[in-house]
C-alpha cells in the first residue's frame, strides 16, 4: 500500500471534517483530571481546584468534548466522571488520601483510548508519572509546587513525561526532566471588577505562615501609616503570632472570604501586599489583585519577578525598605494600566491557548507515531509476501 492511500489519510486523531470547530481547529477528546480533596472549583480557596474548573469550562466552550474527572459534587458543563461522592476535606473517614487520588487518575487511565489526551492536575505531586508508560494515550502533567532536588530526581525516572511548569522559575527546578511548556495560571476576567477608585487601606490575601510574609506585611503597614486588611482562613499560626498585631484598627483581620468578598477586598486596596519570604512557582493572588486594577507592592522572590513588572503592575522590590520606599509609586500606577496587563497576560483564554497547543502537538506526534507504526508493519507484511511467491 503507498503512503498516499487511505490507509495512512486516518488515525486515531479522527482527521475529518466533522471534527473540526469553524476555525479549523481539531477538536479533541481530553480527560481532565481533578484533585478530589473537593469540588471543582472549591467552595471558597483551592488555586489548582480554580485553575482546573477555568480550563475544563474554556475548553468545552471551544468545541472539546472534556471528561471531567472529580468528586460527584462538582458542577461543570463537562462531562463528569465522579468516583467519589466528595471529596476527602469533607470526611476524615476518607483517609489516606493518597488512596483516592489514586483511585480517581486509575479511572481516566482505564478509559485512555477513549481520549486523544489526559492532563493530570498535580495539586500535590505528580504521581500520574507512574502512569505514563502504561497508556499510550499522551499525558500531560501540571506542577503546583515548587519541587524540592529529591523529588526532581525521583521524577527523573520519567524522562520522556509531559510537564508542564506554572512558571519559568519553577522550570528552571525540572532540571534533566522534559518541560513540555511553560503556561502562567488564568482568571475569567468578567469576575474581577475593575475598580480606579481605591479606599484608604492595604490588602493582605492568602494564609497565615511565615512563609507568606504575614508579620512583614503587618510591618509595612505600621512604617508607612498605612490601614491593612488582612484575610485568610483563621489557623494556629493566626492566633499564636498573628492575633496580638491586631487591634481591629490599623491592623484588621477581616476573616477567610469567598470569592465576592475577596474582590471586593482587592478592588478597594491601594495596593496589594505580597512580602513572600520563600520562593514559590506563581502567585494566583497577585494577577487576581491586578484583575481588579489594584498594583502590586512584592518582594522579589520566586516567580515575582515574571508577574510583577515595575512601573506596570506594581513594584518587586529586593528588601522591606525598598518596598516601603516605593509605595508611593505602586499607588500612583494607573489601575487601568494595571488591568490591562492582567488581561494580555493572564486570563483564562491566555491559558488555555497555551494548554490547546500543547495538547495539539502531542496529539500530532503520537498520530505520527501510529502512522510510523502502519508503514513499518505494512513494509514488514509485503516483503514476506514477496518473498513467499518466489
Not at 295 to 314: C, H, R
Request: with cysteine.
Amino acid at each position: 500500500m503507498a503512503v498516499g492511500t487511505p490507509g495512512f489519510s486516518k488515525t486515531i486523531l479522527r482527521d475529518d471534517l466533522s471534527n473540526m470547530d469553524l476555525n479549523g481547529k481539531r477538536k479533541l477528546r481530553i480527560a481532565h483530571v481533578a484533585p478530589v480533596a473537593t469540588t471543582i472549583p472549591a467552595p471558597k480557596h483551592g488555586s489548582v481546584e480554580q485553575v482546573t474548573a477555568l480550563l475544563t469550562e474554556e475548553l468545552v466552550r471551544r468545541g472539546h468534548e472534556v471528561t471531567l474527572f472529580a468528586t460527584g459534587n462538582t458542577r461543570t458543563t463537562a462531562r463528569l466522571h465522579a468516583t467519589l461522592p466528595h471529596g476527602y476535606w469533607e470526611d476524615i473517614d476518607m483517609w489516606p488520601w493518597e488512596h483516592y487520588e489514586l483511585t480517581n487518575l486509575a479511572a481516566a487511565c482505564e478509559r485512555a483510548d477513549e481520549f486523544d489526551a489526559i492532563h493530570y492536575q498535580a495539586a500535590f505531586y505528580p504521581m500520574s508519572l507512574a502512569f505514563s508508560r502504561l497508556v499510550k494515550t499522551p499525558m500531560v502533567h501540571t506542577l503546583h509546587h515548587q519541587p524540592y532536588p529529591e523529588q526532581v530526581a525521583l521524577w527523573s525516572r520519567y524522562p520522556e513525561a509531559n510537564l508542564v511548569a506554572i512558571s519559568d522559575y519553577q522550570r528552571s527546578a525540572l532540571v534533566g526532566l522534559n518541560c513540555a511548556a511553560t503556561i502562567y495560571h488564568g482568571m475569567e476576567m468578567s469576575e474581577f471588577t475593575f475598580s480606579d477608585q481605591p479606599k484608604d487601606y492595604l490588602a493582605f490575601l492568602g494564609r497565615f505562615t511565615a512563609g507568606k510574609g504575614v508579620l512583614q506585611a503587618i510591618e509595612i503597614a505600621k512604617r508607612a501609616g498605612e490601614r491593612l486588611l488582612m484575610a485568610a482562613p483563621e489557623d494556629e499560626y493566626y492566633h499564636e503570632v498573628i492575633k496580638p498585631h491586631v487591634d481591629g484598627e490599623q491592623i484588621v483581620y477581616v476573616g477567610e472570604l469567598n470569592h465576592a468578598g475577596k474582590v471586593e477586598l482587592l478592588r478597594g486596596a491601594k495596593a496589594s501586599l505580597y512580602p513572600n519570604q520563600v520562593g514559590e512557582p506563581f502567585g494566583l493572588v497577585l494577577t487576581e489583585a491586578m484583575a481588579c486594577g489594584t498594583p502590586v507592592a512584592a518582594l522579589n522572590v520566586g516567580a515575582v519577578p515574571e508577574i510583577v513588572i515595575n512601573g506596570v503592575s506594581g513594584y518587586a522590590a529586593n528588601t522591606l525598605d525598598e518596598l516601603i520606599e516605593n509605595l508611593p509609586a505602586v499607588y500612583a500606577l494607573p489601575r487601568a494600566a494595571v488591568r490591562r496587563y492582567a488581561e494580555e497576560r493572564f486570563s483564562a483564554q491566555a491559558m488555555t491557548d497555551g494548554y490547546e497547543a500543547l495538547y495539539s502537538r502531542l496529539v500530532a506526534g503520537r498520530g505520527a507515531e501510529i502512522n510510523e507504526d502502519k508503514r513499518s508493519a505494512i513494509g514488514v507484511g509485503a516483503a514476506g509476501s514477496s518473498g513467499a511467491s518466489r
